[in-house]
DNA sequence: ATACAATGTGACTATAGATTCATATGAATG
DNA sequence: CATTCATATGAATCTATAGTCACATTGTAT
């Protein structure tokens, strides 16, 4: 965690520093990443940083922790409010859309989000948490979509799971590198709601 | 490409450096890699090492070189002389048995596969055209399967390639962190391949 | 106004790791 | 044997960066 002069800090300058750990992480695996460009490009010096954050760690985690809070705003409140009153395929796009939502409004975090991913030691360390609550999540959802008779019984509950999630990374793949599919965001989530739906096979 | 010096070498020198460059890429990301770290486990002289390649990135295209190789071994020679005689999802299943099996005997392949899959730039100079072929294979798999009719009419086949792609990462991901899901790779397949073929939904 | 605390600063230190280079070795050639 | 060529070596160089520290400035309470 930060230390508390980092909190004391005047918004604007605060601001400056998130804003240049962004933009650094974004670009930079977190090992490549240097604590010399974040303060060049926030105008603090060297020594201030070290008056902020314990060092380099302390303040990616602080940026992850930035990035969970701003995904979760932008899963619909009412729909987890009142989760049984969806379905699961609309609960699924619901999730999807917010996803696609988020991607589109912060590319940068979705960028950190990705390099992480491959950081296996750093993300079980930062994000381990998370990622299990996140498959829990689903995992519940399936379960629930089961009780209620919207599931074919046969599949594997952990095993759908994983690949929501997967799904979920491919969309946001997607749009995040644009220009990869060439379809606007609402028909590449209703086709692979499709697909998740029905399968491929002709029937 | 390493230098000729290299491929002059003594068998089995040039095995035990090939050896601990995949031990040391598998562990850690291209640039976290350390040069020092190959030339000790090999046991040669760190001048040595710049006799035989150009620089670090040198050795590191090669051995993407050599894992693409291997990766080729494993599909199924006779299907892909073949591929009329199969169904498509016949098709798919030999592909995926097969990124399996490579991913149980060569993990240390598939880590550094991974790890590159994180960094664009590095991917895209090193792999580019690899994924390319890889993703155009799968469309032209989806087109043979909807002209013999076996696919819904209804999917996107861009999307569909894109998903059976990460589907096959899926499935490698489960096989290769072990544990994370609890059964025997044929099941798996099997379970996945339903999903693929009719998705989730009860009907 | 004075003193004490909190914050700011950037030159300095420490470390790690890639790459180079002068020199050594040894095998092949004439 | 002397010379040349290919290869081996590890100390030295170079570069990049994280993190520290002694001192400077600012803010605040009495």
Known sequence: ??????????????ERI????IDEFAQRSFHDARVTAITNQAEIAKGSFYQYFED????????IEIAVGKKIEYV????MQNMQDYGFFQLLRELYLSGVRFAKEHPRLVAIGMQLLSNQELYYEV?????EKSYAFYEDLLRKGMADGELDPAIDIVLASRLLTMFNYALVDFVYEDG????????????????????????
Do not use: C, S, W
């Open 180 to 203: 990869k599919v060439d379809l606007d965001d609402m028909a590449i989530i209703d086709k692979m709601l499709y697909i998740v739906e029905n399968g491929i096979k002709r029937r």
């Open 18 to 21: 998130i804003e240049a750990a």
């Open 56 to 63: 380099k760690k302390d303040l990616f985690k602080h940026i």
């Open 76 to 79: 619909n409140q009412d729909m």
């Open 127 to 131: 994000f381990g948490t998370h990622a």
């Open 1 to 14: 965690m930060p230390k508390d002069t980092f909190f004391n800090l005047p918004d604007d300058k605060r």
